[in-house]
T-cell receptor, first 112, second 118 residues
Framework: DQQVKQNSPSLSVQEGRISILNCDYT??????FLWYKKYPAEGPTFLIS?????DKNEDGRFTVFLNKSAKHLSLHIVPSQPGDSAVYFC???????????FGTGTRLQVFP | KAGVTQTPRYLIKTRGQQVTLSCSPI?????VSWYQQTPGQGLQFLFE???????NKGNFPGRFSGRQFSNSRSEMNVSTLELGDSALYLC?????????????????FGPGTRLTVL
């Protein structure tokens, strides 16, 4: 049972344009949502997080939006750069637990 | 400050064997979590250790076990290996467990150990 879903396995975007990565979840008991970025042969690196009490969090070129009624979150990258090419995982943390539940990832390719 | 280190980086085993993977967290970090990454399932939580105690466990069979030492270093053991255990095993450390302090404690991941079971 996949509680966190990333339905798009890949996304291709032109440099300078906006990249939108989507994530859906089924458990309403998540209190934190996070995005991680992963390059080949490296571990995931934390990008940005959002608490369930907020609907938007922004950090430089990265903005995460949370729509609790739709159980949906998205990561916007503006403007996209070739160095953003990587696999992006969304993750959610259930309330009062110490674990993260990850989605299956979306491979983003930013081309010149 | 050194990051999370995992040894070995690559490992090849045969079915039925057992394997032990090691993780050294960032200095000062006391919480260590383990994840399994496979192409079809993404990253799946295995377990978390804090102060030498397992705090949480994912949905994996008992063949998967772990422990944490007093210096916060952690090991993960898989016994009676199966072909389906081939995966990238990632370790992540954080200052405190995720669910404490009323907020989120950022996890830092190591590069992983690539296990291949033949």
């Amino acid at each position: 049972d996949q509680q966190v879903k990333q339905n798009s396995p890949s996304l291709s975007v032109q440099e300078g344009r906006i990249s939108i990565l989507n994530c859906d979840y089924t458990n309403s008991m998540f209190d934190y949502f996070l995005w991680y970025k992963k390059y080949p042969a490296e571990g995931p690196t934390f990008l940005i997080s959002i608490s369930s009490i907020k609907d938007k969090n922004e950090d430089g070129r990265f903005t995460v939006f949370l729509n609790k009624s739709a159980k949906h979150l998205s990561l916007h990258i503006v403007p996209s750069q070739p160095g953003d090419s990587a696999v992006y995982f969304c993750a959610a943390s259930p309330i009062n637990t110490d674990k993260l539940i990850f989605g299956t990832g979306t491979r983003l390719q930013v081309f010149p | 400050k050194a990051g999370v280190t995992q040894t070995p980086r690559y490992l090849i085993k045969t079915r039925g064997q057992q394997v032990t993977l090691s993780c050294s967290p960032i200095s000062g970090h006391r919480s260590v979590s383990w994840y399994q990454q496979t192409p079809g399932q993404g990253l799946q939580f295995l377990f978390e250790y804090f102060s030498e105690t397992q705090r949480n466990k994912g949905n994996f069979p008992g063949r998967f076990s772990g422990r944490q030492f007093s210096n916060s270093r952690s090991e993960m053991n898989v016994s009676t290996l199966e072909l389906g255990d081939s995966a990238l095993y990632l370790c992540a450390s954080s200052l405190e467990p995720l669910g404490t302090s009323g907020g989120y404690n950022e996890q830092f991941f190591g590069p992983g150990t690539r296990l291949t079971v033949l």
